[in-house]
T-cell receptor, first 112, second 109 residues
Framework: IAGITQAPTSQILAAGRRMTLRCTQD?????MYWYRQDLGLGLRLIHY???????GKGEVPDGYSVSRANTDDFPLTLASAVPSQTSVYFC???????????FGEGSRLTVL | GQNIDQPTEMTATEGAIVQINCTYQ??????LFWYQQHAGEAPTFLSY??LDGLEEKGRFSSFLSRSKGYSYLLLKELQMKDSASYLC??????????WGAGTKLIIKP
């Protein structure tokens, strides 16, 4: 079934550790996004990529990095996790910057 | 700053009609989206409005007034499975999506 796959679905992490959330899509979408979702707040954009080889900063990029080596993969890395990065992370893709977003199932991250 | 406002929570009865409002102030406008998100799941696309007026899709309709910075999502013949959060999002002049915090809709029998 075509779509977006995220891994892991859930993770508990000690503060200071490095963590990479994986995201893969098989829809050949150009644009990909990473959001975090916290209770009472709207989805907040962390980083995005309009096409393979390019990335951009969103609303809350500090403490996160991304890469887009190819069309399908868009990993999100926390270099040194902090408790404020406890959240649910969603990866999404769209066929263009104008189109609807398709979301992965989310990665629930707890930083202790 | 950019802002999307929608009610935090609404309650409705199975079989009834409910209207979820969304008002926005953004730098530019390139379309408005409604997404549905069941608890613990990913958001899924419901509707898209870029011109003023009503877009109907089965039991769900979405309305847009660009001059008023206002949209609503209308759900008819409510079913228990419609219990979810409904997210309003606006594309600004840079084609970035600005998201509301979502409206949690509770359906009672």
């Amino acid at each position: 079934i075509a779509g977006i796959t995220q891994a892991p679905t859930s993770q508990i992490l000690a503060a200071g550790r490095r963590m990479t959330l994986r995201c893969t899509q098989d829809m050949r979408h150009n644009a990909m996004y990473w959001y975090r979702q916290d209770l009472g707040l709207g989805l907040r954009l962390i980083h995005y990529s309009n096409t393979a080889g390019t990335t951009g900063k969103g609303e809350v990029p500090d403490g996160y990095s991304v890469s887009r080596a190819n069309t399908d993969d868009f990993p999100l890395t926390l270099a040194s996790a902090v408790p404020s990065q406890t959240s649910v992370y969603f990866c999404a893709s769209s066929d263009s910057t104008h189109g609807e977003l398709f979301f992965g199932e989310g990665s629930r991250l707890t930083v202790l | 700053g950019q802002n999307i406002d929608q009610p935090t929570e609404m309650t409705a009865t199975e079989g009834a009609i409910v209207q979820i409002n969304c008002t926005y102030q953004t730098s530019g406008f390139n379309g408005l989206f409604w997404y549905q998100q069941h608890a613990g799941e990913a958001p899924t696309f419901l509707s898209y409005n870029v011109l003023d007026g009503l877009e109907e899709k089965g039991r769900f309709s979405s309305f847009l007034s660009r001059s008023k910075g206002y949209s609503y999502l209308l759900l008819k013949e409510l079913q228990m499975k419609d219990s979810a959060s409904y997210l309003c999002a606006v594309r600004d002049s840079n084609y970035q999506l600005i998201w509301g915090a979502g409206t949690k809709l509770i359906i009672k029998p």
